[in-house]
């Protein structure tokens, strides 16, 4: 279990998280959404010790450390390979250094982004898509329980993030959870099982999928709701720069 | 005494001679050779793919050493051509060409002949310490591979990959520096005629570190 309570953490006098707390279950798929600058990024980054924060962040009821890092893996839109290494570099490093790294997961996963004959080609000559594809296959490959996705797929075409979400869903184990930023809300409402919202580094949201859908409201609609969207403010505006009454 | 695989036919040492007994014996010994160096090649390898930053081209890292260490040793050879003139000058020329040593000529202190001879190993080893900060950088280049590095279990990966060759860089240009300062004080020392040789060793940190003006 991933457990976040009461964490804060600000950059000078601005607040990106703000009493955050958060209970992550083994097995659960969650969606993290927010506008640019809600406080996705820092919250992972904060979970993988990489900000200073107050309150406090366990894994399995211990302290997030060099210890048990290695249980949480990371994807993240900026890359955390090394560009100059070729793929199979890659998993010779990553097979060196996390004791739970799932080769046969690695090569499948290659084999279905079609990215096996290039796997001795330096990361720096992949397409931005590639880079995403590697970038995520190597966050599932680390063989760590908890694997955080930080809108892994920008830049990415529709119908391999589909096929992705497919294949995602086939191959996790039931004691792998995980926590996967994105924009992209209707894309992963059929593939998440619980949405997280976040608003200027607040929870403003978080329910089960189910629970919506028992309630007969789509995903989107829930967002909008919570973010109290305005629906009319494109007319308004227009309207502000036409001075025709749409 | 009969070696006992002299007569054998096969391409063997002679087990009490040290040279080889057949032609086929100098191919065989230059095949060792070459099979150590491979081997001496293949563990450099190994210990830099361990200890440098991951996919980092280190040849130019590499040359620079080389290059900085051969222009310091150059640099330094100027102590020799100081240390000479220096010698020289305790010596008379009256005819003849036969030189007469002055006994009442004094050889300048050791800090002045020597003039900051060993400067270009510091200046080297200050240019390593500039590879550190360099291999930190590396892990912001491009991609954000520093989020790997620290999600290792290994805590001291990180460094001991940014750190390890400026600082083997940083120890052997220190140990050059500290060879050419020994060197240099053993020919002043003992190659300077006893009766020359100042009262005093005249061996100041800050003369060695900076010089004092040369002789």
Same mark, same amino acid.
């Given at each position: 279990?991933?457990?976040?309570n009461? !964490?804060?953490?600000?950059?000078?006098?601005?607040?990106?998280?703000?009493?955050v707390? %958060?209970?992550?279950?083994?097995?659960?798929?969650?969606?993290?959404?927010?506008?640019?600058?809600?406080?996705?990024?820092?919250?992972?980054?904060?979970?993988?010790?990489?900000?200073?924060?107050?309150?406090?962040?366990?894994?399995?009821?211990?302290?997030?450390?060099?210890?048990?890092?290695?249980?949480?893996?990371?994807?993240?839109?900026?890359?955390?390979?090394?560009?100059?290494?070729?793929?199979?570099?890659?998993?010779?490093?990553y097979?060196?250094?996390?004791?739970?790294?799932?080769?046969?997961?690695?090569?499948?996963?290659?084999?279905?982004?079609?990215?096996?004959?290039?796997?001795?080609k330096? %990361?720096?000559?992949?397409?931005?898509?590639?880079?995403?594809?590697?970038?995520?296959?190597?966050?599932?490959?680390?063989?760590?329980?908890?694997?955080?996705?930080?809108?892994?797929?920008?830049?990415?075409?529709?119908?391999?993030?589909?096929?992705?979400y497919?294949? %995602?869903?086939?191959?996790?184990?039931?004691?792998?959870? !995980?926590?996967?930023?994105?924009?992209?809300?209707?894309? !992963?409402?059929?593939?998440?099982?619980?949405? !997280?919202?976040?608003?200027?580094?607040?929870?403003?949201?978080?329910?089960r999928?189910?629970?919506l859908?028992?309630?007969?409201?789509?995903?989107?609609?829930?967002?909008?709701?919570?973010?109290?969207?305005?629906? +009319?403010?494109?007319?308004?505006?227009?309207?502000?720069?036409?001075g025709? +009454?749409? | 005494?009969?070696?006992?695989?002299?007569?054998?036919?096969?391409?063997?040492?002679?087990?009490?001679?040290?040279?080889?007994?057949?032609?086929?014996n100098? &191919? $065989?010994?230059? $095949?060792?050779?070459?099979?150590?160096?491979?081997?001496?090649?293949?563990?450099?390898?190994?210990?830099?793919?361990?200890?440098?930053?991951?996919?980092?081209?280190?040849?130019?890292?590499?040359?620079?050493?080389?290059i900085?260490?051969?222009?310091?040793?150059?640099?330094?050879?100027?102590?020799?051509?100081?240390?000479?003139?220096? &010698?020289?000058?305790?010596?008379?020329?009256?005819?003849?060409?036969? &030189?007469? #040593?002055?006994?009442?000529?004094?050889?300048?202190?050791?800090?002045?002949v020597?003039?900051?001879?060993?400067?270009?190993?510091?200046?080297?080893?200050?240019?390593?310490?500039?590879?550190?900060?360099?291999?930190?950088?590396?892990?912001? $280049?491009?991609?954000k591979?520093?989020?790997?590095?620290?999600?290792?279990? $290994?805590?001291?990966?990180?460094?001991?990959?940014?750190?390890?060759?400026? #600082?083997?860089?940083?120890?052997?240009?220190?140990?050059?520096?500290?060879?050419?300062?020994?060197f240099?004080?053993?020919?002043?020392?003992?190659?300077?005629?006893?009766?020359?040789?100042?009262?005093?060793?005249?061996?100041?940190?800050?003369?060695?570190?900076?010089?004092?003006?040369?002789?």
């Amino acid at each position: 279990m991933l457990n976040l309570n009461h !964490v804060t953490k600000k950059y000078g006098t601005q607040t990106a998280l703000s009493d955050v707390s %958060l209970t992550l279950e083994r097995g659960e798929i969650v969606g993290l959404f927010g506008e640019n600058g809600a406080g996705k990024t820092t919250l992972m980054q904060s979970i993988l010790g990489f900000h200073r924060f107050e309150g406090d962040i366990t894994l399995d009821g211990e302290k997030i450390t060099h210890k048990n890092i290695t249980n949480i893996s990371y994807a993240t839109s900026a890359h955390s390979f090394f560009a100059n290494l070729s793929a199979a570099a890659h998993r010779d490093f990553y097979q060196s250094h996390f004791k739970t790294f799932n080769g046969a997961r690695f090569d499948a996963l290659m084999e279905f982004f079609s990215l096996t004959a290039a796997r001795h080609k330096p %990361l720096f000559s992949f397409s931005t898509g590639q880079k995403n594809q590697f970038e995520v296959i190597l966050a599932l490959s680390q063989g760590a329980d908890y694997i955080l996705m930080d809108e892994p797929f920008a830049g990415n075409d529709i119908f391999n993030r589909e096929d992705f979400y497919k294949v %995602l869903l086939g191959i996790l184990e039931p004691h792998e959870t !995980v926590l996967l930023s994105t924009h992209l809300i209707e894309e !992963v409402s059929d593939f998440i099982g619980r949405a !997280v919202l976040l608003h200027k580094g607040q929870i403003i949201g978080d329910i089960r999928t189910e629970d919506l859908e028992e309630s007969g409201m789509t995903l989107t609609a829930y967002i909008k709701q919570q973010y109290r969207y305005q629906g +009319d403010r494109v007319s308004k505006a227009l309207s502000a720069l036409t001075g025709e +009454d749409l | 005494m009969e070696c006992p695989d002299h007569h054998d036919g096969h391409d063997r040492y002679d087990w009490y001679h040290t040279k080889p007994t057949h032609d086929g014996n100098g &191919k $065989q010994h230059m $095949q060792k050779i070459r099979a150590l160096g491979h081997r001496i090649q293949a563990a450099m390898k190994r210990f830099l793919t361990h200890h440098t930053p991951p996919g980092m081209n280190m040849r130019g890292e590499f040359a620079f050493f080389i290059i900085g260490t051969l222009l310091a040793f150059l640099y330094a050879l100027g102590y020799l051509v100081r240390f000479a003139d220096a &010698k020289d000058a305790l010596y008379r020329y009256p005819y003849g060409g036969r &030189k007469i #040593l002055d006994p009442s000529a004094v050889m300048p202190d050791f800090e002045r002949v020597f003039d900051c001879a060993w400067a270009g190993f510091f200046i080297v080893a200050l240019c390593m310490t500039g590879y550190i900060l360099y291999h930190y950088l590396y892990f912001y $280049q491009n991609t954000k591979s520093i989020y790997l590095m620290r999600r290792l279990e $290994q805590r001291w990966e990180l460094h001991r990959r940014c750190l390890t060759a400026p #600082l083997i860089g940083i120890g052997l240009s220190l140990a050059f520096a500290a060879l050419c300062f020994v060197f240099a004080y053993l020919i002043y020392r003992y190659a300077t005629p006893a009766v020359c040789l100042p009262e005093h060793a005249g061996m100041s940190l800050r003369g060695l570190l900076f010089g004092v003006g040369g002789v």
